[in-house]
Nanobody, 121 residues
Framework: QVRLVESGGGLVQAGDSLRLSCAAT??????MGWFRQASGKEREFVAA????????LYADSVKGRFTMSRDNANNTKYLQMNNLKPEDTAVYYCATRYGNPSIHAHYYTFWGQGTQVTVSS
């Protein structure tokens, strides 16, 4: 059974950092993505990484601030978020798919339950 569990969200101030984690069980050799959905807005792509970590994709809005990484030994993926801004406030979801990383949500098969990130100004 495939399961994704996100953690690490919280309430921070602008300029602070957070690290989100996504622990996966039940699958291997998969690409991983992070998406976010702010209240009243559509879900949007944040970052993605290939199985071996050699290929990463980032949304323009987070480039230079967010870094995605993975620990395959523990089947856990991370999203390090630095210099957070109020516009980063959203529920963050991790998702996974077999194949290459993608910026498109509909290519991902499995999704976590989400973790709330709130950035105050």
């Amino acid at each position: 059974q495939v399961r994704l569990v996100e953690s690490g969200g919280g309430l921070v101030q602008a300029g602070d950092s957070l690290r989100l984690s996504c622990a996966a069980t039940g699958l291997f050799w998969h690409a991983m993505g992070w998406f976010r959905q702010a209240s009243g807005k559509e879900r949007e792509f944040v970052a993605a990484i290939s199985w071996d970590g050699g290929d990463t994709l980032y949304a323009d809005s987070v480039k230079g601030r967010f870094t995605m990484s993975r620990d395959n030994a523990n089947n856990t993926k991370y999203l390090q978020m630095n210099n957070l801004k109020p516009e980063d406030t959203a529920v963050y979801y991790c998702a996974t798919r077999y194949g290459n990383p993608s910026i498109h949500a509909h290519y991902y098969t499995f999704w976590g339950q989400g973790t709330q990130v709130t950035v105050s100004s």
